[in-house]
């Protein structure tokens, strides 16, 4: 879906208000060209003709130059105070969150109150329906965009933001951070993955199950290793002792569509590489590169693989 495309009444408000104060500034443009061109040619010297006479002061071409832009300027604030409105609907103070955005350094921690489902960085949101959203920091500044949705919406420490999020159309809809945030700024990519209810419905049942821990095989020594060696101090697995919040919850980690908040695609394959060195793809990350052996990595992402 080309960027700039609005799916949603909010970004569409936005839209249209950028569309005519194009068009307003478009047509001034071309006046004013054109009124330069007549001026040079019309105007121009000629062999023979003396200096032409200085003018100084105009009074009704210069009340008309200051009262024309005075309406269009008061006009533009008409419109862009109904856009405000348009773009970012009051909702209730009551009103619970249906999703709750934290922002981190470098991805998106998602978690769904109402339907009890932690994930990262790719939100699932049935068609046509809007969500109401809660946006929040864990450390710096971030601001969350998604622009075929509607408008930037910062993430401050210390402080909750609401919005409503509404995707209009079937489809993937790509943001990022917008507010430079550190290293791995360009690196806080948002997947809005908008599907019909019933598909939604799938996605929500899939994120319910707590998975089972596996009992035989490399995944169970992945299993295990989890626990043992650092994973277990930053990430969450539903169902096991894991819960923490530093990095991106892992119990579903195997559907999503990346890795690394956008850095990789996901595969067991670039699982591996990411766990095996993840400061090569993402310099600056929580995530460290730990220097396992190929067994224990293989272990891991048996394990990672394995929990659906
Ligand atoms: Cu987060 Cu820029």
């Not at 009074?59 to 006009?75: C, H, Q, R, S, Y």
């Not at 008409?78 to 970012?88: E, F, H, N, P, S």
């Not at 101090?233 to 908040?261: M, Q, W, Y």
């Amino acid at each position: 879906m080309p960027p700039f495309i609005p799916q949603s009444s909010q970004a569409k408000a936005i839209s249209d208000l950028f569309l005519i104060t194009l068009g307003i500034g478009g047509g001034i443009f071309l006046l004013v060209l054109a009124l330069v061109i007549i001026a040079m040619v019309r105007f121009r010297a000629r062999p023979g003709q003396p200096e032409p006479k200085a003018v100084y002061g105009n009074k009704k071409l210069e009340l008309a130059w200051t009262i024309i832009p005075g309406i269009l300027l008061v006009g533009i604030l008409v419109l862009m105070i109904g856009t405000m409105q348009r773009a970012d609907p009051v909702v209730s103070a009551e009103t619970q969150p249906d999703l709750i955005i934290i922002a981190h350094q470098w991805f998106w921690e998602l978690n769904y109150p109402k339907l009890n489902i932690k994930t990262a960085n790719e939100i699932h949101l049935p068609v046509g329906k809007p969500f109401y959203v809660e946006i929040r920091s864990a450390d710096v500044t971030h601001s969350f965009w998604v622009p075929n949705l509607g408008r930037k919406i910062d993430a401050t420490p210390g402080f909750s933001s609401h919005t409503t999020l509404q995707a209009n159309a079937a489809g993937t809809y790509l943001g990022s951070c917008a507010e430079y945030c550190g290293a791995q700024h360009a690196w806080m990519k948002i997947r809005v993955i908008a599907e019909p209810q019933a598909a939604f419905d799938t996605w929500v049942s899939q994120q319910s199950q707590v998975p089972q821990t596996p009992t035989s095989g490399e995944a169970a020594t992945g299993a295990q290793l989890f626990q043992q060696l650092s994973c277990a101090s930053c990430h969450a697995i539903a169902g096991t002792p894991a819960n923490k919040t530093f990095g991106p919850d892992l119990t579903h980690v195997s559907l999503r569509e990346t890795l690394g908040a956008g850095v990789l695609t996901n595969s067991p394959d670039h699982l591996k590489s990411w766990i095996q060195d993840a400061q090569a793809y993402k310099p600056g990350a929580l995530m460290p590169t730990f220097g396992l052996s190929d067994n224990e990595i293989n272990a891991l992402v048996a394990y990672l693989e394995a929990l659906q």
